[in-house]
């Protein structure tokens, strides 16, 4: 058995190595920030051998983007129309699946679904661009044509929308469940003693116990769909000119942008790109700085 001396000796050297993990994280983060802020200011700054040189006026204000202006302005608000569009329909749908799971399906039933939710969450951005190619643009396509409206193959902004969704479901609908799940059973008996119908304490005492949660989930919904680029560059088209508000045309956003011709980019171009990444880390940092507030405000209510 260990004495007392030895455990606190055990209990430091724990809290040694957590610290140090957690510089180590701290790091590896504050590295990445400092390398893009780097790379992406140098266009702005520098002129490459060929004599080119980008303006930072053109960059955040032009929605245009060519060799010549690279404007940033119409992506951005492509990136950010998109991802509001899919989490007003994802969180909806993805909270009453799991009050579905945790609540109302059988045991058996709502097992078998939180397992094809997990199983979801797995699945690499890569399949779900695969998927929305073979799949969900010709099913936009279609709807497309159910309007007499023309699409470039169905590569769209409905195409993007449904691709991001299906990427957020899973990514809410756990957490949101683990939330769910943490509401006091004596606080669901206690709504039901008092004569509350079993919707009225699910929607009431385990929605309401669990928003805190929900809307974490929400957050980290929000910011997988904002920093996706793989599955999104397979299906949004990549128009040139934005912001573009149809949802049947092409477009564009900033992570779409980034990856497109990222090998084959050099110099300026090369360059140019991670001044794209810095406006995604500031566009992520106040949607997560916003939406914690409102967090914090929900909790005192």
Not at 154 to 162: A, F
Not at 234 to 260: D, K, Q
């Amino acid at each position: 058995m260990f004495n007392s001396e030895s455990k606190l000796r055990i209990d430091r050297v724990v809290q040694t190595i957590f610290l140090l993990i957690g510089i180590l994280c701290a790091s590896v983060i504050v590295f990445i920030v400092v390398f893009i802020l780097a790379k992406g200011i140098r266009p702005f700054v520098s002129t490459y051998a060929n004599g080119e040189k980008a303006s930072f006026i053109k960059f955040i204000s032009s929605t245009s983007w060519t060799t010549e202006t690279f404007g940033v302005l119409g992506m951005a608000i492509n990136t950010l129309y998109l991802t509001i569009l899919s989490i007003v329909i994802a969180s909806p749908i993805s909270i009453f699946t799991a009050l579905f799971i945790v609540r109302i399906a059988p045991k058996k039933l709502g097992a078998s679904m939180q397992m094809v939710v997990e199983l979801l969450a797995s699945i690499p951005s890569i399949v779900f661009g695969l998927f929305g190619m073979g799949v969900i643009n010709p099913l936009s396509k279609s709807i497309a044509q159910l309007f007499n409206v023309q699409t470039a193959g169905g590569m769209s902004g409905l195409s993007t929308v449904i691709v991001l969704i299906m990427m957020m479901l899973p990514t809410i609908t756990m957490l949101s469940i683990t939330s769910m799940k943490a509401v006091k059973p004596d606080q669901i008996q206690a709504s039901l003693a008092l004569g509350a119908t079993k919707a009225q304490t699910d929607f009431k005492i385990v929605i309401g116990g669990a928003k805190s949660g929900i809307f974490a989930a929400i957050i980290l919904g929000v910011g997988r769909a904002l920093g996706e680029a793989t599955a999104v560059s397979m299906v949004c088209g990549n128009a040139s000119e934005g912001p573009n508000f149809n949802l049947f045309s092409t477009t564009r956003t900033l992570t779409s942008t980034m990856m497109m011709g990222f090998h084959e980019a050099s110099g300026l171009e090369y360059d140019i790109k991670f001044s794209i990444g810095i406006v995604l880390i500031i566009i992520i940092l106040i949607t997560n700085v916003t939406l914690n507030y409102i967090k914090r405000r929900m909790e005192r209510i």
